[in-house]
């Protein structure tokens, strides 16, 4: 099993591009979502879902637009970046079946907007 | 809205000496996770906790409930290079379907 693939790694936008974030894991979780890492902020909630179809805002939301037409995948959308939305971000999944709550977090992916 | 606070936010130590860090909240938590993050890395699961009063150990590492299920604690004995990182606590939204997150103690060991 791969987990929770997060791409690209890092990059670099320009000021009002667009962008999505890939987010796919093999894990078969209902349970996904998107955060946001920031220095001395820790990791902010930006969208989840709760099965496909089905996405829901978190504490962050603003900026970004997310959806999920399949259980594997979760697309993190920036329509018109800003250098506000320069950060960290980690995707992550959970298995509503698990009684740990167990959640597996991406590797990141490190997005400056200039 | 809900929220975990974290203290300390920073914590040097030598290294042998124990470190304890706090997560506390206004509410009631339904369960609290523990996670760390390396350095450039991204957050590990540690342990869940649920029931009030709680106590698990994980080899150096103690983490705690309190009775009244609005704080909890992680102590680290004899620290190590090796605990270097950041440490989260963190609750289950009031849906119980997303994670919110403190803000950390990041704790440096130097040998």
Redesign the interface.
């Known amino acids: 099993n791969a987990g929770v693939t997060q791409t690209p790694k890092f990059q670099v936008l320009k000021t009002g591009q667009s962008m999505t974030l890939q987010c796919a894991q093999d894990m078969n979780h209902e349970?996904m979502?998107w955060?946001r890492q920031d220095p001395?902020?820790?990791?902010?909630?930006i969208h989840?879902s709760?099965g496909a179809g089905i996405t829901?805002q978190?504490?962050v939301p603003n900026g970004y637009n997310v959806s999920r037409s399949t259980t594997e995948d979760f697309p993190l959308r920036l329509l018109s970046a800003a250098p506000s939305q320069t950060s960290v971000y980690?995707c992550?999944s959970r298995s509503n079946r698990d009684p740990?709550?167990?959640?597996?977090?991406?590797?990141?992916s490190w997005l400056t907007v200039v | 809205?809900q929220q975990v606070m974290?203290i300390p936010?920073y914590q040097h130590v030598q290294e042998g000496e124990d470190f304890t860090t706090y997560c506390n909240s206004s509410t009631t938590l339904s369960?609290i996770?523990w996670?760390k993050q390396r350095p450039g890395?991204?957050?590990?699961?540690l342990i869940?906790l649920v029931k009030s009063g709680e106590v698990k150990k994980q080899k150096r590492l103690t983490f705690q409930f309190g009775e009244a299920k609005k704080n909890s604690s992680l102590h680290i004995t004899a620290t190590q290079t090796t605990d270097v990182g950041t440490y989260?606590c963190?609750d289950?939204?009031q849906a119980g379907?997303?994670?919110?997150?403190?803000?950390?103690t990041t704790l440096s060991v130097s040998s």
């Open positions: 349970y979502s955060y001395g902020m820790g990791l902010r909630l989840y709760v829901d978190g504490e980690f992550a740990g709550n167990t959640i597996y977090f991406g590797e990141g | 809205g974290q936010q369960n996770q996670y890395g991204h957050p590990v699961f869940q989260f963190a289950s939204n379907t997303a994670l919110i997150f403190g803000k950390g």
